[in-house]
């Protein structure tokens, strides 16, 4: 069975009415039969239906065997990071997001887990990096911002040698196209507010593990901390995920349009997308694909690569950048990405911010770095959109094909 079919029916129907779409069930209690004998669920914090059901989905997609939703995607980074003590430490991709960054550094640093920051898209640096106190190898493949790809097959079994956890964040990839649980990691994470939940309209992330221990000691911790996904939230982020493979393709595709025209315009100085034969890490990512994904590009279709594309300016300033995203029109200036909406930032000022320049600079992050979220727009429309952005960095003006 397709993955995309096996998650539609993943979901229950309603044992008490039949309902095709998981109730809300939005209860902070549950009557229990008597004092600590109750039906599964006692209060919402621990378990909750509606949570549960997603958790259920969240596992199938990712070909792992224990789901746990979360509140924000960093509640589910945060909930990672406590399974380490003090004196541990983490090797990390080095253009980590910023939002994991600023908890590295300005929460975990202070309570005695450290951090170093390598190159992962080069295995044997990740090796170097390693310490008899290493428990977590953390990698964001495709990374964010600069699209960086890392060999998962080969970096699992490092760390294994070594003894410590690897961890993937999934998000940009989705499991559509990657499942990093069956090329050897240990522990994916997302940030469910984007391709998973896909609408713009939930905050949630989501951790899925194949150890059944492993499981036991994250929901412990999400349990005793309490940053759990509400129900509404929920339902919300299963609404979203039953469409997740018709979205992510069809974003894929236009982002492979969207990416191709951007290389070689005269105004762009480079291009970061895993889907282009030219980039580095092409090779790695199309290895990684889902084995349906790599059936389309057997078939000579372009797979699934995600709708991220980040682009520098030849004009390689911050200013630049920022001039060019205040002329999109149909593009929106906003963080985040994953959406039916195409979405535009600049990383140095927006998810980045928290990031030192100088740190940014060497994880390859351009102060002229534009990242954009391709949505479900005609892809001619939003390479009119861009041009129409370029024209006026150069002081020019073109007619514009956007409605207002």
Not at 162 to 167: I, P, V
Not at 171 to 190: E, K, M, R
Not at 294 to 321: H, N, P, Q, T, Y
């Amino acid at each position: 069975m397709r993955n995309e079919t096996s998650i539609l029916h993943a979901l229950p129907h309603d044992p008490l009415t039949g309902a095709v779409s998981v109730p809300i069930y939005q209860t902070s209690t549950f009557e229990q039969e008597a004092p600590g004998v109750n039906r599964g669920f006692d209060y919402s914090r621990t378990n909750n239906p509606t949570r549960q059901a997603f958790e259920h989905l969240l596992a199938e997609l990712e070909g792992g065997t224990h789901g746990i939703a979360f509140s924000s995607g960093l509640a589910a980074v945060d909930a990672v990071l406590k399974l380490l003590s003090a004196g541990d430490e983490i090797v990390a991709v080095d253009d980590i997001y910023g939002g994991t960054y600023r908890a590295l550094h300005t929460i975990y640093d202070r309570l005695g887990i450290s951090v170093r920051h390598v190159d992962t898209s080069s295995p044997g640096l990740v090796l170097e990096a390693m310490t008899p106190r290493t428990r977590l190898v953390w990698l964001e493949t495709p990374t964010n911002p600069t699209l960086k790809i890392s060999d998962i097959r080969a970096i699992a079994s490092i760390a294994k040698a070594e003894g410590a956890l690897l961890l993937v964040d999934n998000t940009f990839c989705s499991p559509v196209a990657q499942q990093p649980l069956a090329l050897g990691a240990d522990i994916v994470l997302h940030s469910i507010t984007k391709y998973i939940a896909g609408h713009s309209d939930v905050i949630g992330g989501g951790v899925v593990v194949k150890d059944a221990e492993l499981a036991q000691r994250i929901k412990y911790i999400q349990n005793a901390t309490g940053a759990v996904l509400g129900p509404q939230d929920s339902w919300l982020a299963i609404r979203g995920a039953q469409t997740l493979h018709l979205r992510y393709e069809r974003i894929s595709r236009s982002a492979q349009e969207v990416a191709r025209y951007l290389v070689g315009h005269p105004d762009v100085g480079g291009v970061n997308y895993p889907g282009l034969r030219t980039h580095p890490g092409h090779l790695v990512a199309k290895a990684q694909l889902s084995r349906q994904q790599r059936e389309v590009m057997a078939a000579g279709g372009d797979g699934a690569f995600g709708g991220v594309i980040s682009f520098w300016l030849k004009d390689d300033r911050e200013e630049a950048a920022v001039e060019f995203v205040d002329h999109t029109k149909l593009i929106t200036l906003a963080e985040s990405l994953g959406g039916v909406k195409s979405l535009v930032c600049v990383p140095c000022r927006m998810t980045h911010a928290s990031v030192p320049r100088e740190v940014r600079r060497a994880a390859g992050i351009r102060d002229s770095l534009v990242r954009l979220s391709i949505g479900l727009e005609h892809p001619e429309d939003l390479i009119g959109d861009l041009e129409g952005a370029f024209a006026a960095l150069r002081g020019e003006t073109i007619r514009s094909t956007v409605i207002s």
